[in-house]
């Protein structure tokens, strides 16, 4: 009996089938999970500009530094942008971030 139940465990985890039929739905992939939040479109478009300024950077060229410099620019702000939207859920920031938005624009 100990065998027979070890080889169904085995073939339960093999196959993820229990008599034929499947048991485990299928999960979505973790970028699917990732991109759900329009957000985090958001995150990766700063991210892509920060690693294009940092490899801009070590380019020996004063046009590939300037270049760098507008996309640190960039991302600098839209990474500010991306902090006042974290904050704007606790109310006790609600006023500083009015005061923020105000200097920034």
């Known amino acids: 009996i100990l065998f027979f139940l070890l080889q169904l465990l085995n073939g339960i985890e093999d196959n993820k089938t229990f008599f034929g039929k499947k048991y485990v739905r299928e999960r979505p992939s973790v970028l699917q999970v990732y991109f759900k939040d329009k957000w985090n479109y958001f995150d990766v478009t700063i991210l892509c500009f920060y690693v294009i300024a940092v490899a801009l950077s070590f380019v020996p060229s004063y046009t590939a530094e300037e270049f760098a ?17 974290t904050f704007s859920a606790i109310e006790e920031l609600g006023p500083k971030l009015w005061m923020i938005t105000a200097m920034v624009i």
Do not use: G, N, Q
């Open 69 to 85: 410099r507008v996309f640190l620019a960039i991302s600098l702000v839209a990474f500010f942008m991306r902090i006042l939207k």
